[in-house]
């Protein structure tokens, strides 16, 4: 009986002790370059066996956290390059723009289907660490029980299985909903339009996080909204402060934020202040459509709450989809627009009248026989070990003033560079290499971050990657000499 705990009991230490050096290293205790005890002084300092101690070891070393050195013991090898907070000053200044999307971004994304092309730009898992296989082998057995093998007509609100699963599911992030309360959608961003257009008119404005994701831009534009940007913290999301002040000074008709691993940032609002933000607009009756698409992604050890979770008067519109976790290009996505829901489903009867059956089926079925669960907790463990490895890279080759995000969820880092590097400057010149990576250019509607990028670890680190953001160091270096 012994033999049978052993195993199970040195996992749990080795793991443990692992994730106190990985909090000393992440923290700045253990700083780049210190090094470690050896293998034999830590089981003794530890009171662990050498085998746990040299697991603990190679735990932090296959997330890039240190290196061994032959002859010479254990190093930490990861950099820690933090942001300076913004000014999240009260005051408010910025009048709403209309909402436009720079020449720019079409010159980042018309090229990369290009072959050869490394896409640092792509805001998505890698097709390698999606469940390929499995999921076809499920799409073939969703049309299988089908009654009319998944050729008819959907019903407007969506797939029923799909949505009882969505309804089971929101009780990770603190909701209490049913199949009723959700409406699916063809990706997130439909969700989004639908939610928009629930609760604003042409002309009206409509708050948004700085910087963020430029097809909400595009989505804004085309709807003939306005745009009032709020400032973000690099770590906590939103400044509610500022949002206050400018909700007392424009007649501000919607907000639409990511609150959990915003994109391109990285960053998380804090519970308590989604919370807070929930109970400042529905003081006003300003609707909040929530964009939660990369809540699934977290690293930690639990799934953040969404500010739906907190919503009592039904103002919270939430929005999300697989297509940053399980199935880009399924287009499955979804709403759940509390006190909206009828209008949600009108607008999509008169666009779309229902969404794709065989997608939406599969999904829901995938879910269902707990295969989501299964493939999430290997991406979200390959995705922080990316991260952690795209970071150490980053710290290495690009120069020394560069800042980077520190994100506990998603797959993006937001990365700030000298001011006299101008990103897209830098954008062209890695293109003439086959890189292709996000100027913040665009990511605001007035080219603010002109002197950052965004670079996705949702592609595992190879030599050829490693090679390119050596490459990507080089040109940056080379422009801080000019």
Known sequence: MDTAVLPLEEDFLYNQLAEK???NILDGVLKTGDKLLSVRALSKEQGVSLSTAFKAYTQLEIKGLVEARPKSGYYVSFRKRNFQAPDNSVQFEKVPEEASVDDIVSMVYQSLNAEGLIRLSIAVPSNELLP????????????RESNDSCLSYEATQGNLRLRKQIARYAFNWGGNITEKDVVTTQG???????CLKAVTEPGDTVAIETPTYFGIF???QSLGLKVLEIPTHPETGI??????????????????FVTNFTNPMGCILPDDRKKQLVELLA???????????????????ARPRTCKSFDKKGLVLLCSSVSKSLAPGYRVGWCIPGKFTEKVISLKR?????????????????????????HMRNLRRELYKQCLLYTRSIAEH???????SQPKGGCVLWIELDQKIDAFKLFQAGMKHNISISPGHIFSTDARFKNCIRISFGMPITAEVEHAIKILGILAKDMLKA
Do not use: W
């Open 188 to 194: 997130c961003m439909e969700a989004l339009v639908f």
């Open 239 to 256: 400044s509610i402060e500022y949002l206050a002040g400018a909700i007392n000074k424009v007649d501000v008709k919607a907000c639409l």
């Open 21 to 23: 050096l990985e909090k």
């Open 218 to 220: 595009s989505v804004l």
């Open 283 to 301: 003081s006003k009756d300003i609707p909040l459509i929530e964009d939660d698409i990369y809540g699934e992604l977290y690293f930690g050890k």
């Open 398 to 404: 690009f120069p020394e003033s560069t800042k980077i």
């Open 132 to 143: 390929v296989s499995k999921l076809s082998k499920t799409m073939a057995e969703a049309i």
């Open 350 to 374: 008169m666009h779309t009248v229902s969404s794709a059956n065989p997608t939406q089926a599969a999904v829901g079925l995938f879910i269902e026989t707990g295969r989501f669960d299964l």
